[in-house]
């Protein structure tokens, strides 16, 4: 059982940045992915990473060339750096991590693909 904890969630100005951090309790050798929730809507896809080797990444159309993932091996750890953040980015945003490497967007950005989340961490982005 892999443990994901995230960090770095808050309130920010519009057009501002904030980074969120995933921490795994131990080496995941799977995918690894962002997903938000904002307040009555379903949760959606926001980024994704596979392999701790082989970089490879994955966007949502409404966080491209914004958003950026990435991870640290050595700490084992998955970054969401977010910038030019907008209202519509305010949402709970989750960490997810699969027991397998996906290389299909249609995979990487359905929930359904992941084993492990974390709780959770809120993003409040004022305009």
């Known amino acids: 059982q892999v443990q994901l904890v995230e960090s770095g969630g808050g309130l920010v100005q519009a057009g501002g940045s904030l980074r969120l951090s995933c921490t795994a309790s131990?080496?995941?050798?799977?995918?690894m992915a962002w997903f938000r929730q904002a307040l009555g809507k379903e949760r959606e896809f926001v980024a994704a990473?596979?392999?701790?080797?082989?970089?490879?990444?994955y966007y949502a159309d409404s966080v491209k060339g914004r958003f950026t993932i990435s991870r640290d091996n050595a700490k084992d750890v998955v970054y969401l750096q977010m910038n030019n953040l907008k209202s519509e980015d305010t949402a709970d945003y989750y960490c997810?991590?699969?027991?397998?490497?996906?290389?299909?967007?249609?995979?990487?950005?359905?929930?359904?693909?992941?084993?492990?989340w974390g709780q959770g961490t809120q993003v409040t982005v004022s305009s």
């Open positions: 997810a991590g699969a027991g397998t490497i996906y290389f299909s967007f249609d995979f990487v950005a359905d929930e359904n693909t992941y084993a492990y």
């Open positions: 131990r080496r995941t050798s799977g995918t």
């Open positions: 990473i596979s392999s701790w080797q082989e970089t490879q990444t």
